[in-house]
């Protein structure tokens, strides 16, 4: 599976981004999809991923109630929408694919496809 991931920008405290995500691929819809990111100086940390079938998912406890994963499985697409930005949100987002089908995944070892990332800042 290829990942391209877009959407991201700068934004003001307070403000809104959705990212998205293609895929490329015939078998997107059997994959766990996740988006995590990373900040200058940090390391790679899990933000939400959400189940092949898009019934379950996971958030990390930073973004709890801000973010909302969700996917299109018949565009093969997966979106963040990511309200109430807060400048420790700033980091390159990446999406990617879980390396086993039909498995849930929330750690980047659990993750074998990654897209390029999308740099989001957002200032105070």
């Known amino acids: 599976v290829q990942l391209q991931a877009s959407g991201g920008g700068m934004v003001q405290a307070g403000g809104s981004l959705r990212l998205s995500c293609a895929a490329s691929?015939?078998?997107?819809?059997?994959?766990?999809m996740g988006w995590f990111r990373q900040a200058p100086g940090k390391e790679r940390e899990f933000v939400v991923g959400?189940?092949?079938?898009?019934?379950?998912?996971d958030y990390a406890d930073s973004v709890k109630g801000r973010f909302t994963i969700s996917r299109d499985n018949a565009k093969n697409l997966v979106y963040l929408q990511m309200n109430s930005l807060k400048p420790e949100d700033t980091a390159v987002y990446y999406c990617?694919?879980?390396?086993?089908?039909?498995?849930?995944?929330?750690?980047?070892?659990?993750?074998?496809?990654w897209g390029q990332g999308t740099e989001v800042t957002v200032s105070s």
């Open positions: 959400i189940s092949w079938s898009g019934r379950v998912t």
């Open positions: 691929g015939r078998t997107f819809t059997q994959y766990t």
């Open positions: 990617a694919t879980a390396s086993q089908p039909y498995t849930r995944a929330n750690m980047p070892r659990d993750f074998a496809s």
